[in-house]
């Protein structure tokens, strides 16, 4: 059976590793490595993973790295689990939800583990090390001092079983590592083509089994991909200088490796790479900024390759279907946040139109709403008017709950002297719009009453309709700019809009 498996690698990353996905009779694997919570480098690559294993009727399978017991962080798998099912990319395996080919935390898969370095060690491509920490560090000074990249020197590789016997009769710590062949070694890379790297003349033979009995990432990587019958890695482009390793150890354990794709990396616009230390680039961040998936979504392939196009508004069904691996190009894709207003204005416009999407916008509103104004509450039907007359100008859920639009929520107070001091005439406005909001009491648009309105308040004598509208405007809400007169009308309705007008107008 051929099986297939996705990577998704968002950096020099840590502690969560893996999301996957199943197909028939194909099996993808897609693999997350995160050190703490989900960010958008992490979002875009495990969207990759997911759009590639959809396309191909695959399952998104989370793993969890979590063998460097030191750099742990408590909630991070859960959080990142949540992210990834808030951006409507769920996995369908995980530690969470179970699957297969579990367990999926790899500190329960550890007797695997040992049994991948066992057959290494008796085969001779791997070795106990018992160098102590000291001396290492010893070698790392040195090298620095020579301005030489730090390596170890693999002196434990010339050991006679002897000896290896010795050391462990005496109880003595040790490390298990890999034996790097010497010599350039070569692997196609569906990306960014054929690729070779001599990794033996650049570096010391890695470790793969930590003293603490733990392995390290590239054997259980290896290995769990093997164990999961994965054969496509798709993963961040960082990733790729390790490729050569883990085809090595592939060939040491006599497995068949995957065929591996890398990902080029998501930079800020001017080209410099995404900092954790900026503090926006989480997902959780945008989340309580009140930003939709879709705008994450599009936003993060919109400035890549895959897909057909740059256009803004595409959906996740339109991002699986316009995905395409083979026109994935090597260029880094740059990242314009400031441009995510505008994905938001739009997918926030295609929510409102959509019936379904646009309840959950009333829900979502109308809890917000309870915890800003406590005992206050506004019905669906309310809240849904709103909505469907600000489409277009809200770039978030959120800026209803702005100054701007507290008018919407509570009542204004208007000082009398400020009405006053706008039109003499300000009674006469007053009674006017009440007669036209009653004859518009049954049916009425928002073209249709901005005629009415403007077709009477143009017969004032003393007072321009300019300054009609300024004055019905502070009446209304209190503030001296925001949407037209007419739509505040629409949006508050008939009945509140005539108690506001007679309130300050007509008393």
């Not at 978030?396 to 005439?425: A, F, I, K, N």
Request: with cysteine.
């Amino acid at each position: 059976m051929k099986k297939m498996k996705e990577i998704c690698g968002a950096g020099n990353l840590q502690s969560l590793n893996g999301i996957t996905g199943s197909m028939n009779p194909q099996r993808h694997f897609v693999e997350l490595h995160m050190e703490s919570f989900l960010h958008l480098g992490g979002l875009r690559t495990a969207l990759y993973n997911y759009l590639f294993a959809k396309k191909h009727g695959g399952n998104f399978i989370l793993r969890l790295e979590d063998t460097d017991r030191s750099r742990l962080v408590p909630g991070a798998a859960d959080g990142i689990e949540d992210m990834l099912e808030w951006a409507g990319i769920p996995p369908d395996e995980s530690p969470r939800r179970g699957g297969l080919f579990g367990p999926y935390e790899q500190s329960q898969r550890l007797s695997l583990y040992h049994e991948a370095v066992q057959a290494l060690l008796e085969s001779g491509s791997a070795y106990r090390c018992f160098c102590t920490p000291q001396r290492l560090e010893l070698i790392k000074k040195e090298a620095l001092r020579r301005r030489q990249t730090p390596r170890y020197d693999n002196r434990c590789r010339h050991l006679t079983s002897a000896q290896v016997q010795e050391k462990l009769a005496q109880n003595l710590p040790f490390v298990v590592r890999f034996q790097l062949p010497s010599g350039a070694h070569s692997f196609q890379d569906l990306v960014f083509g054929w690729t070779h790297h001599d990794v033996a003349s650049v570096e010391g033979d890695p470790v793969i089994l930590k003293g603490d009995g733990f392995p390290t990432y590239h054997l259980a990587n290896v290995v769990d991909d093997y164990k999961m019958a994965v054969s496509h890695v798709l993963r961040g482009e960082e990733w790729l200088i390790s490729t050569t390793k883990h085809l090595l150890l592939y060939r040491a354990l006599g497995w068949r490796p995957p065929a591996y794709a890398h990902l080029p990396l998501l930079l800020n616009k001017d080209g410099s790479k995404l900092s954790k230390r900026q503090g926006d680039i989480f997902i959780q961040h945008f989340v309580q900024r009140g930003y939709l998936p879709d705008a994450m979504l599009d936003i993060i392939t919109n400035c890549g390759s895959g897909f057909t196009g740059n256009q803004i508004g595409r959906t996740l069904p339109e991002l699986i279907e316009q995905y395409n691996l083979q026109s994935v190009s090597t260029h880094s894709a740059l990242l314009d946040l400031d441009k995510l207003p505008e994905f938001s204005r739009v997918h926030l416009s295609r929510w409102i139109e959509g019936a379904d999407m646009r309840a959950q916008l009333v829900a979502r509103l109308q809890t917000l709403l309870r915890e800003k104004y406590k005992d206050a509450t506004f019905d669906r039907e309310y809240i849904e008017r709103i909505l469907v007359l600000r489409k277009g100008h809200l770039i978030l859920l959120t800026d209803l709950l702005s100054p701007d639009y507290s008018y919407l929520w509570v009542r204004p107070s208007v000082q009398q002297e400020d009405l006053h001091r706008l039109s003499s005439e300000a009674s006469e406005i007053g009674s006017l719009v009440v007669q036209i909001l009653h004859k518009s009491r049954h049916d009425t648009s928002l073209e249709l009453l901005s005629r009415e309105l403007k077709s009477h308040l143009q017969q004032l004598k003393a007072t321009k309709y300019s300054t009609s509208m300024q004055l019905l405007r502070l009446v209304l809400s209190g503030i001296k700019k925001g949407p037209s007169v007419a739509e505040m009308m629409l949006s508050l309705g008939v009945e509140e809009s005539i108690i506001r007008v007679q309130k300050a107008l007509c008393s």
